[in-house]
Nanobody
Framework: VQLQASGGGSVQSGGSLRLSCLAS???????MGWYRQLPGTQRELVAT???????NYADSVKGRFAISRDNARNLVFLQMNSLKPEDTAVYFC???????????WGPGTLVTVSS
């Protein structure tokens, strides 16, 4: 399974960005999600979504971010609104292959929010 993310970049505080991630090489992708990490810190959950559409968000992004997915194409999206400087991080796409019980990570995409 390979994950390819796009959509990162630089934006001013209050702006919006949309991240996309394509999972290729599997027809049994279950949970998908986004995590983020700053240098020297642990990777943290941003949001996850099951094939059923059930979502889970970190408290820090609730009401500002929205995760969605296209099951047919193994795509996951993260719409980020009202961005804050503290949202600055490298964002990683994550996918879980439910057939093999394996977790996969994308290479990361940088999001920079300036004040």
């Amino acid at each position: 399974v390979q994950l390819q993310a796009s959509g990162g970049g630089s934006v001013q505080s209050g702006g919006s960005l949309r991240l996309s991630c394509l999972a290729s090489g599997s027809s049994t992708i279950g949970s998908m999600g986004w995590y983020r990490q700053l240098p020297g810190t642990q990777r943290e959950l941003v949001a996850t979504i099951l094939r059923s559409g059930t979502t889970n968000y970190a408290d820090s992004v609730k009401g500002r971010f929205a995760i969605s997915r296209d099951n047919a194409r193994n795509l996951v999206f993260l719409q980020m609104n009202s961005l804050k400087p503290e949202d600055t991080a490298v964002y990683f796409c994550n996918a879980f292959d439910s057939r093999w019980g394996m977790q996969y990570w994308g290479p990361g995409t940088l999001v920079t929010v300036s004040s």
